[in-house]
């Protein structure tokens, strides 16, 4: 697909508003092509005497007034457009980030789509609006002053003058294009300078407490440094463009001056027509110094094009539009392996295991051991194997995304929290009529007794809800999967900030609702004592499988785990510690 593809939107509804602007900037240009032939012909009347200079004054009074409204409207419909390209643009970004695949802000970050939807944005406009307005100067002056000149006096004359201007111009084009590489790689380091800082400002907290001050400003400094240094080859580009736009065009001025002024002397052509060659040379040269300016805006535009057109070319999960929901079923997985993508080790291997409808099975296992990469190919978050996962007899491959997704409640293990209220947090959006109360589920994730009138009042949490506590953050989260109600539901981790008596009461609420097949990886292993079964991960591979008092009869990998979050909680008792990993307030 064309990297121009993304113009097309913007065309469809206001190109004709564009072009109308173009055209009056054509017809401003058109004008200025006869102020010289004007100036030349009064200064004439002055030279030898004539009557008649009152009506040049009047010609350019109208010429002045006719210029004025033109660049106004042209300048109105052309940049007016523009913006519009530009909200556009944003809003087309914006909807295609929401549904390209979660590895590429795994891999990437936020910051390069921030860097996309803010810098590389504004600099495509700024190519569009006032890049246009000089190309199209350029162009128009740079050729019809040249016929105009020749006209004037005589084409080899006009040659002469501009001698210089086509090895200016290939300079120009020479160096404009190293620029437009550099700038991309310039433009990339921003991006990471811009997702860097967002990382250090998110983290804050835990960079104050750990006296990680210096630290972080010596990991900031050399990204800085980075962009620094690309930033000054841009710049040193630049310098050169300054000299060769701004100072070699003068040459032209230089041979006219002397050429034409050796024909006044042997009267072979008038002031006036001197005057005119003058103001042709101006329209020239006014527009070729512009190129400078011009080949910079439009190398950043191109390096920002380039961007853009990468990031919109990545595929997008096209969830539907579909509202229905899957029927409460087994879960399979046959021999199930898998790798992320920028990785050749699997984090699964050979997973083979037969889930019950409406069982509650635990997960358990060390770091990296696979157990959220399961819930995430079960979301289809990533390209799940085919002929691996079943939903039923069915492979979730071939089931709709918004099917499979509406039936399926997620609580991650990080916290996601909007600025919004915190019912709203809780509901988020979920319209489906099959949910249910707000007030249930507040109940069941043990809101109740510390967040019941913050719930109601429908005030705004700070950012990431800055001003809740860990726990209170995770029990809205686990409200929010409670509150969807679907057939099937996925708790990561979910308890690791509550303290003893929330979490206590929340798993006893987990299987009062609706009969739901309830999937949850707990590092807390009293948590899972009420599983029906019990799966314990290692190396990516389902090692032991049993209810929690089978796994401790078998003194194998759970009973490992087990014995050692009781050793590290009496060690914790032992020292003063609550036992608790959380006290709300």
């Excluded at 002024?261 to 072979?268: F, K």
């Excluded at 051991?369 to 039923?392: E, Q, V």
Aim: charged share 20%.
């Amino acid at each position: 697909m064309s990297k121009f593809f993304l113009f097309n939107q913007f065309f469809k509804g206001y190109g004709h508003i564009y072009l109308l602007g173009v055209c009056m900037l054509i017809a401003i240009d058109i004008l200025f092509l006869w102020v010289p032939k004007l100036t030349g012909d009064a200064i004439n009347t002055l030279y030898y005497g004539k009557e008649g200079l009152t009506h040049y004054i009047w010609l350019f009074v109208l010429v002045a007034v006719v210029v004025t409204v033109l660049k106004f409207s042209s300048r109105h419909l052309l940049l007016g457009s523009i913006r519009r390209f530009e909200f556009l643009l944003r809003r087309r970004l914006f909807d295609h980030a929401l549904y390209i695949p979660t590895a590429y802000y795994e891999k990437n970050g936020p910051g390069k789509v921030m860097a996309l939807m803010t810098n590389d944005v504004t600099t495509l406009r700024v190519s569009l609006g006032l890049g246009v307005m000089i190309f199209v100067d350029a162009i128009f002056f740079g050729i019809f002053s040249f016929f105009l000149m020749a006209k004037q006096v005589s084409a080899q004359l006009a040659m002469t003058i501009l001698t210089p201007m086509p090895f200016i111009v290939v300079a120009m084009l020479v160096l404009s294009r190293r620029m437009r590489r550099k700038q991309r790689e310039a433009q990339n380091t921003y991006s990471d300078l811009t997702e860097f800082a967002q990382e250090l400002f998110l983290g804050m907290p835990v960079i104050r407490a750990f006296n990680r001050e210096l630290t972080s400003l010596h990991r900031f400094i050399g990204t800085n440094r980075t962009n620094y240094e690309k930033n000054m080859k841009v710049a040193l580009l630049d310098a050169l463009l300054a000299p060769v736009t701004y100072v070699a065009p003068f040459i032209c001025y230089a041979i006219a001056i002397y050429v034409c002024g050796n024909l006044i002397i042997t009267n072979e052509i008038t002031v006036g027509d001197f005057v005119a060659i003058n103001g042709y040379l101006i329209l020239i040269i006014g527009p070729i110094m512009g190129i400078g300016s011009l080949a910079s805006v439009l190398q950043k535009g191109f390096a920002s094009l380039d961007r853009l057109s990468d990031f919109l070319a990545l595929p997008e999960e096209v969830p539907g539009d579909e509202t229905d929901e899957l029927a409460p079923a087994p879960l399979q997985v046959r021999h199930l392996t898998f790798a992320y993508p920028e990785t050749t080790a699997p984090v699964l291997q050979d997973v083979t295991v037969d889930i019950e409808e409406g069982a509650f099975i635990g997960i358990v296992g060390g770091p990296g051991s696979g157990k959220s990469t399961l819930f995430k190919l079960l979301l289809r978050l990533y390209d799940t194997p085919r002929g691996t996962l079943y939903i039923g007899n069915e492979d979730i491959t071939t089931i709709p995304l918004s099917v499979l997704r509406r039936s399926i409640a997620y609580v991650p293990a990080e916290t996601f929290l909007l600025g919004t209220s915190i019912a709203d947090n809780i509901t988020f959006g979920e319209e489906a009529s099959r949910h249910i109360t707000l007030e249930e589920a507040a109940n069941r994730s043990a809101l109740r007794r510390d967040l019941w009138n913050r719930i109601h009042d429908n005030a705004a949490l700070r950012e990431g809800g800055a001003d809740l506590s860990g726990g209170q953050k995770q029990r809205i989260n686990i409200a929010r999967g409670l509150y969807k109600n679907a057939p099937y539901l996925l708790l990561d981790d979910s308890f690791s900030a509550l303290d003893t008596v929330s979490a206590a009461g929340i798993i006893k609420t987990l299987r009062s609702g609706r009969r739901q097949t309830l999937l949850f990886i707990s590092q807390r292993l009293e948590a899972l004592r009420e599983a029906d079964r019990i799966l314990v991960f290692k190396e990516g591979r389902i090692v032991e499988a049993g209810t929690h008092e089978e796994l401790l009869s078998r003194n194998g990998e759970y009973c490992r785990l087990y014995a050692q979050q009781l050793q590290g909680a009496t060690q914790g008792n032992s020292e003063g510690a609550s036992g608790e990993t959380e006290v709300n307030p």
